[in-house]
Nanobody, 115 residues
Framework: QVQLVESGGGLVQPGGSLRLSCASSGTIFSLDAVGWYRQAPGKQRELVAVIIKGGGSKYAEPVKGRFSIDTDNARNTVYLQMNSLKPEDTAVYYC?????????WGQGTQVTVSS
């Protein structure tokens, strides 16, 4: 069982930055994959960024060059640094982990980009 707790969401103006954090109850380096998804109102949940064990990191096209995912193994925490935010980045952001063929989700944190 893996528990994930997100933090760091909020309201930010276009062009601003936010850093999301996701604390894991399991050791980050043992997870098969860990990353972030988002879901905007009326839309399906979509992948934002992911770190795959032994496979590096991958990003969705809309966030490439603006978002960055990294981990702190000592704190069992994964981060999503979001820069140059746009109104279309507004969504609930979910932390996700894949471990031993099971998927785990955090409760989500709201990110709103608006002037």
């Amino acid at each position: 069982q893996v528990q994930l707790v997100e933090s760091g969401g909020g309201l930010v103006q276009p062009g601003g930055s936010l850093r999301l954090s996701c604390a894991s109850s399991g050791t980050i380096f043992s997870l098969d994959a860990v990353g972030w998804y988002r879901q905007a109102p009326g839309k399906q949940r979509e992948l934002v960024a992911v770190i795959i064990k032994g496979g590096g990191s991958k990003y969705a096209e809309p966030v490439k060059g603006r978002f960055s995912i990294d981990t702190d193994n000592a704190r069992n925490t994964v981060y999503l640094q979001m820069n140059s935010l746009k109104p279309e980045d507004t969504a609930v952001y979910y932390c996700h982990a894949h471990y031993r063929r099971r998927d785990y989700w955090g409760q989500g944190t709201q990110v709103t980009v608006s002037s």
